[in-house]
């Protein structure tokens, strides 16, 4: 690591060389992770205080799993965005072009930001396999994604659970149920892991589904975000509820809050947002569409005053 560090060290300060160092650190730690997930479960489990006993692990994947681990993230050298995509481009087997290609998708799936459609393209490419190739594939799917969180310190239990559930979801779908059925009864489950996205919120799903329910448009309201992905969507729709509670909003702040049902005025408030959001600044009902958030992300500690300006808009 020292002969890297000085190696890179001769590219002069930059976003470049930023970009390359929190790039090859990444890297390093996603395949020392994959390691240890295979070599070493006990001291994995130990070093993330979770449970992966309900993950199946085949140590003939290792290697390969391990090759995707060290080439996944390298074109966010360039383009952050389109990571993935680019990276799966440059390999030459399906399987792991797809791996590479959907390696961010659970996550997303966990954050709230994305509907479970969204997970149409992954379901057409898996649905084409032999039974016992796509079980293997889904598998190695919820591995690399379990590795690559733990690689930059955000796994925990909730993480790998909602992994594993989304895994278990897309296995029924493979089986026959229709995906657009399966996003709706997820829907509620989504809009409280949106809240609890960046572990700063507690919320039991009873208190999240009571105000969803009770809530005067609740059907358009479910209907509308089955179609919507938020890019930088925890970012801005977590830190709006926190506004609203009067609690420090900026990422930096890393308080914990318990929400409980007394504090069903703000979540009645907060859900009535995220649905003037939708009806705002969606340009097409029915399709699948992103909504760019960017604008509005405090990630970093940026946009704090047109997030302020925006929030306040919402709690008149």
């Known amino acids: 690591m020292k002969l890297i560090e000085c190696q890179i060290s001769e590219i002069p300060d930059g976003e470049f060389s930023d970009s390359l160092r929190s790039t090859v650190d990444h890297t390093l730690q996603a395949v020392a992770a994959a390691y240890a997930f295979f070599h070493d479960p006990k001291f994995f489990q130990a070093k993330y205080s979770i449970d992966i006993s309900n993950i199946e692990r085949d140590i003939s994947d290792f290697h390969s799993l391990a090759m995707l ?3 996944h993230d390298f074109y966010k050298l360039t383009e952050k965005n389109s990571h993935a995509t680019r990276a799966a481009d440059f390999l030459s087997t399906p399987q792991h072009i797809d791996l590479i290609r959907y390696h961010d998708v659970l ?4 954050t709230g930001e994305a509907s479970l459609l969204f997970l149409e ?3 057409v490419s898996t649905r084409a396999l032999p039974e016992d190739q796509r079980i293997r594939f889904l598998n190695n799917l919820l591995i690399i994604t379990v590795i690559d969180v733990a690689s930059l310190g955000f796994l925990n239990q909730l993480r790998v659970d909602t992994y594993r559930d989304v895994i278990d979801k897309l296995n029924k779908v493979m089986e026959g149920k229709n995906l657009a059925d399966i996003a709706r009864e997820d829907t509620p489950q989504r809009i409280q892991r949106l809240i ?3 572990n700063r919120f507690l919320v039991e799903p009873d208190v999240v589904n009571d105000r969803i329910y009770t809530y005067s448009d609740c059907a358009d309201l479910l209907e509308q975000l089955l179609y919507v992905r938020f890019d930088a969507g925890v970012y ?3 830190p709006l509820l926190r ?3 009067r609690k420090p909003y900026e990422m930096s702040s890393k308080e914990c809050v318990k929400i409980q049902k007394t504090d069903h005025k703000v979540l009645d408030k907060w859900i009535k947002a995220v649905h ?3 009806r705002k ?3 097409e009902q029915a399709k699948l569409e992103i909504l760019d958030l960017n604008n509005r992300s405090i990630k970093g500690n940026a946009n704090l005053d047109t997030f302020k300006n925006w929030a306040q808009q919402n709690i008149k």
């Open 69 to 71: 681990m060290f080439i």
């Open 107 to 110: 996550g997303i799936i966990h």
């Open 121 to 123: 393209p992954l379901v």
């Open 196 to 198: 609890c996205s960046n």
């Open 236 to 238: 801005v729709l977590e």
């Open 243 to 245: 506004y609203m509670l």
């Open 276 to 278: 003037n959001l939708l």
């Open 281 to 283: 600044e969606r340009k």
